[in-house]
């Protein structure tokens, strides 16, 4: 079996009207070379870590001395931050994580034959504990290797499902204890997605944190201040909230997006730098729609190279030093100021 030698965290993934948690680079053999991005879901739910220490020799004298005392550092270093947490399954694949890591730093030709010895010399007790853990580890990854082509083609409901079924037959009851945090935060998704699309803004808003609350319970309150701004963002993200924020005056509107923020955890003085933010992007976007017009009569009736110049001229005139940004972007193809507004996020 080839396990991956470095797992990823996620904490809370924004995928535009998504909230989801705890991602994972899709498995690959672990002597290959890293692929290209994946969609969340291919996500294995394991904290990150800091890599473990490599070699650090001080020259060369005696190196296996110094790789027994740096084996030694590392093993009491482990004892001490997961001696308390040995019984939760979430802490038992930190270990290996971080053994796994050490181990290729130090032996990358013949890690896995180690494992099961340093883990004994670490944790003796739990040792074979642990390295059946790491065999179910190891065949999951071996799973998520040899499907990740289908997984990658299927449609996001039954990706779902197709791993939350193999993380159930490699781990049984436990991945419910390893991948908590993205039953969460799934949880979340579906209540944000899944919501009455005829919902007010208000009502959405009111469903979306009393679904905070359900599903983190007591740990809502730290939810909302580690990732306050990334939920307005999804929040504002849904069809249904910006198709109503299009309709507003810019008064009702500037009142509704107060009233989003501030319930999702964005405190008295933050709530006045985002207003400040609105009023200049309210700013730009009207010069923008002025730009679009302008250029539009320009294209209409001025010969190309003539009506080119005067467009030149008037995006100088209307966004100053932003001006060449904006050419360029039109260069490649993309016109900013052409497409709906997505209010409170530009």
């Known amino acids: 079996m080839k396990l991956i ?19 994972f680079v899709p498995a690959t053999a672990w002597r290959q ?26 020259g060369p004298a005696d190196d296996e001395t110094e790789s027994l005392m740096q084996e030694r ?19 038992q694949l930190r270990i290996l994580e971080q053994l796994i890591s050490y181990l290729r730093s ?16 670490m944790f003796p007790q739990q040792a074979d504990d642990l390295h059946a853990r790491f065999l179910q580890l ?5 799973w998520l290797r040899q499907e990740r082509a289908g997984l990658l083609r299927m449609p996001k409901a039954q990706r779902r499902a197709a791993l939350w079924a193999e993380r159930y037959r490699s781990f049984g009851a436990d991945a419910d204890l390893i991948w908590a945090a993205e039953k969460r935060s799934q949880a979340l998704e579906d209540a944000l997605e899944l919501a ?40 504002l993200s849904q069809g249904p909230v910006q198709s109503e924020l299009q309709g507003m005056e810019t008064a009702d509107r500037q009142r509704t997006l107060n ?17 400040t933010l609105d009023h200049l992007r309210d700013d730009a976007w009207d010069r923008g729609q002025q730009y679009m017009e302008e250029r539009a009569e320009l294209l209409a009736t001025l010969p190309a190279e003539l009506a080119q110049a005067r467009i030149d001229s008037l995006r100088e005139e209307l966004f100053g030093t932003q001006a060449n940004t904006l050419k360029a972007e039109e260069n490649s193809g993309f016109l900013r100021y052409a497409r709906a507004r997505r209010y409170g996020r530009e």
């Open 259 to 275: 009233a989003v923020r501030s319930q999702l955890g964005i405190d008295e003085a933050a709530l006045q730098r985002w207003q």
């Open 196 to 235: 009455d699309p005829d919902l007010s803004t208000d009502a959405r808003l009111q469903h979306f944190v009393s679904a905070i609350d359900h599903i983190y319970g007591e740990q809502a309150g730290a939810l909302l201040a580690r990732h306050k701004t990334e939920l307005v963002h999804n929040f």
């Open 138 to 142: 190891a065949g999951y990854q071996d």
């Open 33 to 58: 070379p890293a692929a290209a991005p994946k969609p969340p879901e291919l996500a294995a739910a394991l904290p990150a870590t800091a890599s473990a220490p490599g070699p650090q020799h001080s």
């Open 106 to 121: 130090q032996h990358p030709q013949d890690w896995e034959l180690r494992i099961r010895a340093l883990i004994a010399a």
């Open 5 to 23: 030698p470095r797992l990823g965290l996620c904490a809370l993934l924004l995928l535009g009207a998504t909230v989801v948690c705890l991602s």
């Open 73 to 91: 550092r590392f093993i009491e270093e482990m004892q001490q931050r997961f001696a308390a947490h040995l019984h939760r399954p979430h802490a």
